[in-house]
C-alpha cells in the first residue's frame, strides 16, 4: 500500500484547522460542523488500521521513511504496531467526540477552540506514530500550547493558575528529555528510536545510563503523572473545559506511559529492571500513586477534582504493570518469568485504553450534570436517581467499569496488572490491590450514594442551583456517551478485541529485553 495513511492520519487534522482558519469567524455552526464531520476521516483510517495489523501486531506496519535533515540524520520516520494502532483509534475517537460535545457548550470563541483541538490531535497522533527521536519530540512538544491555551482561556475562575501549572510542569519535562534524546544520540549515532534500543547505549556504563534514563523517566512520569509529579493535574483537570479534561485524561496522560513502553523500557531493560527490583524505587511510586490517590478521592466534594485524582490512582497501575515487566529482567531464569512480563505489560496497555474510554465518559458525565447544576459539590446532590434515571443509568456503568467491576472493562487491565506483578514483584502487588478496595469505596460512597441515592429534596436544589431546571440527557449528550458505554461492556465480555493486538507488541517486547 503506497499511500501515506499514517501521515494523512496526523496531518489531516492540521488541514482541518487550515479550513476552520478560512471560515468567517461569524459562521460559526459551519466551524463546528465541517471539524466534527471531516474528523471522521482521521477515525475511519485509524480503524482500517487497527484491523490490518491485527494479523502481526508485534511488527511496525505502514512505515514512511524519508529524509528530514540529513546534516544531524534526522528522519521522518512514521510505523505502527498493535499498541500504537490502538492508541490512535484511542485518539480519533475520543477527539471527535470531543467535537461534537463541543458543538453545543462551547459558546464563545468556537474559531479559535475548533483551531486549537484540532492542532492538539496532531500533536497527539504524531507521538504515537514517530519512529524517530526528534519527530517525536516535536509531536510531543506540538500538543503543549494548545492545551495550555484550552485550559487558559475556556477554564474555570482559576484556569490562569491551572494553564500555567500545566505549561511549566509539561515544559521541564520535555527539556530533560531533549537532554537524553541528545545522549541517546552521541552513544549510539542514530535518532531510530528501533534502532537505538538495539544498539543499547551506555550498557557498559551504569551512570550515563542511569542519568539517561531519569532524564527519560521524570519527563514521561510528569505526564503520566506519577507521585511526587502529579500535583499539576487535578489543577488542570479542574479548570479545563468539560472537552479538554475528556482529552486531557483519555488520552495526553497515556503519552507519558507510551513513552515508557515504546522508548525507556526497550531502551533502559537493564537499568529500569535495577530501579524496578534491586532498588525498587518505580514499583514504590507506582503503589504511592495507586494508594494515595485513591485516598485523596475519598476525601475530595468536588466531583471533577475526585475523577482527576482517580486518574492518578489508575495510572498508577499501568506504572506498576510496566515495572513489574522490567523487574522480570532481575530474575529471568525463574519459570513463567517471561510469561508474568507478558501478562503485565499486557495489562498496562490495556489499562492505557480502558482508562481513557472509562475516565473520559466520566468527564464527559461531571459536565452533563454541572451544565445542569452550575455545581460540582457531591454535597448539593442526592435523590438524582429519581429524577435523571437514563444519566444514573450511564453513570453506574461507567463507574462500575472504573471500580473494575467483572464483565466491564476496568476489571480485566487490572486483572492482567496484577497478575504479573504478583509472580515478579509480589509485595507490591499486594500493597497496589489496596487501590482496587478504595477506588470501590469513593464510587459507591461519593458518587451513588451522595448523588443518586435518598430523597430528592426541590428546596436544596432550587437553593443551590438557583432554581436551575433538571432534565435527563439531552439527544446530544446520548450519543456523545454511546460509544464509550459499548465499548466498555465489548472489552469487558471481549477483551481480546484489543488484548490480540497488544500481546502481539508485549511478546516482542519482552523477548527482546529478557536474555
Not at 61 to 75: G, L, M, N, Q, R
Not at 205 to 233: D, E, M, Q, R
Not at 321 to 341: H, K, Y
Not at 448 to 468: C, N, P, S, Y
Request: net charge neutral.
Amino acid at each position: 500500500m503506497n499511500f501515506p495513511i499514517l501521515t494523512a492520519i496526523t496531518f489531516i487534522p492540521l488541514l482541518i484547522s487550515t479550513i476552520v482558519l478560512l471560515i468567517p469567524k461569524s459562521k460559526e455552526n459551519w466551524i463546528r460542523s465541517v471539524s466534527t464531520v471531516l474528523s471522521l476521516i482521521p477515525l475511519a483510517l485509524s480503524i482500517y488500521i487497527y484491523i490490518a495489523v491485527r494479523a502481526d501486531p508485534g511488527k511496525m506496519h505502514f512505515t514512511e521513511e524519508y529524509s528530514w535533515i540529513p546534516a544531524i540524520d534526522v528522519y521522518y520516520r512514521m510505523g505502527v504496531d498493535g499498541l500504537s494502532a490502538v492508541m490512535l483509534v484511542l485518539t480519533t475517537l475520543l477527539s471527535t467526540l470531543c467535537y461534537y460535545y463541543s458543538i453545543y457548550t462551547i459558546k464563545n470563541r468556537v474559531k479559535e477552540y475548533y483551531f486549537l483541538f484540532l492542532l492538539l490531535q496532531v500533536g497527539m497522533s504524531g507521538v504515537f506514530v514517530s519512529l524517530d527521536f526528534i519527530f517525536f519530540y516535536v509531536f510531543w512538544e506540538i500538543g503543549l500550547v494548545p492545551m495550555y491555551l484550552l485550559i487558559g482561556i475556556w477554564g474555570g475562575e482559576r484556569r490562569i493558575y491551572a494553564s500555567i501549572k500545566f505549561f511549566l510542569y509539561t515544559l521541564a519535562g520535555s527539556m530533560a528529555m531533549l537532554l537524553a534524546i541528545i545522549g541517546v544520540y552521541l552513544a549510539t549515532g542514530t535518532f531510530n528510536i528501533l534502532e537505538a534500543a538495539a544498539a543499547q547505549p551506555f550498557a557498559g556504563n551504569f551512570a550515563l545510563s542511569a542519568a539517561a534514563f531519569w532524564a527519560f523517566f521524570v519527563a514521561f512520569a510528569i505526564k503520566v503523572p506519577i507521585f511526587p509529579f502529579h500535583t499539576w493535574l487535578p489543577d488542570a483537570h479542574t479548570e479545563a473545559p468539560t472537552a479538554g479534561s475528556v482529552i486531557l485524561a483519555g488520552v495526553l496522560l497515556k503519552l507519558g506511559a507510551y513513552g515508557l513502553i515504546r522508548i525507556v523500557l526497550p531502551i533502559f531493560p537493564k537499568t529500569f529492571a535495577f530501579y524496578s527490583y534491586n532498588v525498587p524505587v518505580i514499583p514504590i511510586l507506582a503503589v504511592i500513586s495507586i494508594v494515595y490517590g485513591a485516598l485523596v478521592c475519598m476525601a475530595q466534594w468536588d466531583l471533577k477534582r475526585l475523577i482527576a485524582y482517580s486518574s492518578v490512582s489508575h495510572m498508577g497501575y499501568v506504572t506498576l504493570g510496566i515495572s513489574a515487566a522490567a523487574a522480570s529482567l532481575a530474575i529471568s531464569g525463574r519459570e513463567g518469568t517471561a510469561t508474568s512480563a507478558i501478562i503485565s505489560i499486557n495489562g498496562a496497555s490495556l489499562q492505557l485504553f480502558t482508562h481513557g474510554v472509562i475516565t473520559g465518559g466520566l468527564f464527559f458525565l461531571v459536565g452533563m450534570i454541572y451544565d445542569r447544576a452550575h455545581t460540582r459539590q457531591i454535597r448539593d446532590f442526592g435523590g438524582l436517581g429519581s429524577k435523571v434515571p437514563y444519566y444514573y443509568g450511564i453513570m453506574m456503568v461507567t463507574g462500575f467499569a472504573s471500580l473494575g467491576l467483572p464483565g466491564l472493562a476496568g476489571f480485566w487491565s487490572e486483572f492482567f496488572v496484577f497478575r504479573g506483578a504478583f509472580a515478579i514483584i509480589p509485595i507490591f502487588a499486594i500493597i497496589g490491590v489496596l487501590g482496587i478496595v478504595f477506588t470501590a469505596a469513593y464510587i459507591l460512597w461519593k458518587i451513588v450514594q451522595h448523588i443518586f441515592l435518598g430523597e430528592f429534596d426541590q428546596e436544596k436544589w432550587d437553593q443551590v442551583t438557583h432554581q436551575a431546571k433538571l432534565t435527563d440527557l439531552a439527544t446530544f449528550e446520548k450519543i456523545t456517551m454511546w460509544p464509550l458505554v459499548i465499548l466498555m461492556v465489548l472489552i469487558g465480555f471481549y477483551p481480546s478485541l484489543i488484548v490480540r493486538l497488544l500481546n502481539g507488541v508485549s511478546t516482542a517486547l519482552v523477548n527482546n529485553i529478557l536474555p
